[in-house]
T-cell receptor
Framework: GAVVSQHPSWVICKSGTSVKIECRSL??????MFWYRQFPKQSLMLMAT?????????EQGVEKDKFLINHASLTLSTLTVTSAHPEDSSFYIC????????????FGQGTRLTVV | DAKTTQPTSMDCAEGRAANLPCNHS???????VYWYRQIHSQGPQYIIH???NNETNEMASLIITEDRKSSTLILPHATLRDTAVYYC????????????FGTGTRLQVFP
C-alpha cells in the first residue's frame, strides 16, 4: 500500500534555532499534504494544508511565519519550525492521500520535537 | 465535516471482541465514516471506512446503522497489540484527504 515517510523521527534543538521536518509520499504523487501537531494525551490538531506549487493554507490560530511550509514537488512537503521555543515541543505528523473521500489518507510515523 | 462522539475509554479482554461505538448524528449523505487508530508515539493507522453498507477487512468490521447516525467498529479477537486510541472520523466524499480528529476512544486490551 501507499506509504508516507517522515524524517527525522525525533529531533532535539536549542531554543531560538529552526528545525525542518520532511514528509514524503513514497509511491504516489500528492498535490496536497497535511500537517498535524499533537501534544501529550491530546488528539491530533490540524495545523495546515500544504499545496504543491502554491501557498499553504493555515488553520485558525496557527502562525504561518513560525511554521513555514514548502511543497515544492508532488512527493515532498517540508515543515520548518522557525525560532523554536520550548512550547513548540510536540509530536508533528504529516499525511497525504491519493485524493477523494473514498480513499484512505496515509500518515507518516511522526516527528518528536523537543526544544531545550 | 460532521462531528463524532466516542466514549473516552474502554477495556477489553484479550481474545474477546472489542466493540467501539461512534455517534455521528449530523452526518450527511455524501460523508463516509472512517476509523483510524494510533498506537503510542506513532502516526495514525487506517483501519476501515464505509458509506452505508457494513464493511469487513482483515483488521476489523464496520457496522453502520440504517439511518447512518452511528456506527460500531468491531475487532473480532482483540490482542494486546490492539491497545491504542481509536478515532472515528466523518469525511466528505469531496474532501481532499483532510481529516479532523476528535478525542477518540482509548482501548485497553488486558490479558
Amino acid at each position: 500500500g501507499a506509504v508516507v515517510s517522515q524524517h527525522p523521527s525525533w529531533v532535539i534543538c536549542k531554543s531560538g534555532t529552526s528545525v525542518k521536518i520532511e514528509c514524503r509520499s513514497l509511491d504516489f504523487q500528492a498535490t496536497t499534504m497535511f500537517w498535524y501537531r499533537q501534544f501529550p494525551k491530546q488528539s491530533l490538531m490540524l495545523m495546515a494544508t500544504s499545496n504543491e506549487g502554491s501557498k499553504a493554507t493555515y488553520e485558525q490560530g496557527v502562525e504561518k511565519d513560525k511554521f513555514l511550509i514548502n511543497h515544492a514537488s508532488l512527493t515532498l512537503s517540508t515543515l520548518t519550525v522557525t525560532s523554536a521555543h520550548p512550547e513548540d515541543s510536540s509530536f508533528y505528523i504529516c499525511s497525504a492521500g491519493q485524493g477523494g473521500g473514498n480513499t484512505e489518507a496515509f500518515f507518516g510515523q511522526g516527528t518528536r520535537l523537543t526544544v531545550v | 465535516d460532521a462531528k463524532t462522539t466516542q466514549p473516552t475509554s474502554m477495556d477489553c479482554a484479550e481474545g474477546r471482541a472489542a466493540n467501539l461505538p461512534c455517534n455521528h448524528s449530523t452526518i450527511s449523505g455524501n460523508e463516509y465514516v472512517y476509523w483510524y487508530r494510533q498506537i503510542h508515539s506513532q502516526g495514525p493507522q487506517y483501519i476501515i471506512h464505509g458509506l452505508k453498507n457494513n464493511e469487513t477487512n482483515e483488521m476489523a468490521s464496520l457496522i453502520i446503522t440504517e439511518d447512518r447516525k452511528s456506527s460500531t467498529l468491531i475487532l473480532p479477537h482483540a490482542t494486546l497489540r490492539d491497545t491504542a486510541v481509536y478515532y472515528c472520523i466523518v469525511r466528505s466524499y469531496y474532501n481532499t484527504d483532510k481529516l479532523i480528529f476528535g478525542t477518540g476512544t482509548r482501548l485497553q486490551v488486558f490479558p
